[in-house]
């Protein structure tokens, strides 16, 4: 059976590359510089239902990601998360932080209206990010 990206998903994100395990895709939110890593399977809940080399290749491209991610952002802090409560498909949020953020110091879940990207930033932070996918994994 082919990968499945879940509906919510798709709609808020925008598909950024095709990593060795995940799809990288960025929220469609201009507050943030915020990023998934979704694995390209299906039916996968929970990260230990991944077999474990597949469960280290996904902790491998969140820590790639997340490094060169806050080297490029200028990022104060990194946010890694994998709550699945609204969405069942496995997904891990990369989110570069700044202090004085929308958010800061809190978590970006739940504070204020998401507002869209336009087309500049859009079109920037996509460039940044697939710059960046071609340096992670093999």
Do not use: Y
């Amino acid at each position: 059976m082919a990968f499945a990206l879940h509906e919510r998903l798709a709609a808020d994100t925008l598909a950024v590359a095709t990593l060795d395990l995940c799809e990288l895709r960025l929220m469609n939110d201009a507050r943030f510089v915020w990023t998934l890593l979704i694995p390209q399977r299906d039916n996968i809940r929970e990260s230990f239902e991944l077999p474990e080399h597949e469960r280290a290749l996904l902790w491998q491209e969140v820590d790639q990601l997340s490094a060169l991610m806050m080297r490029h952002t200028g990022a104060d802090k990194m946010n890694i998360g994998a709550l699945g409560n609204m969405v069942p498909q496995l997904h891990v949020h990369v989110i570069a932080r700044t202090d004085g953020d929308a958010a800061w110091p809190g978590p970006v879940w739940g504070v204020g209206q998401g507002q869209a990207l336009d087309d500049e930033t859009r079109e920037a932070r996509l460039t940044m990010l697939q710059t960046l996918a071609a340096d992670i994994g093999s």
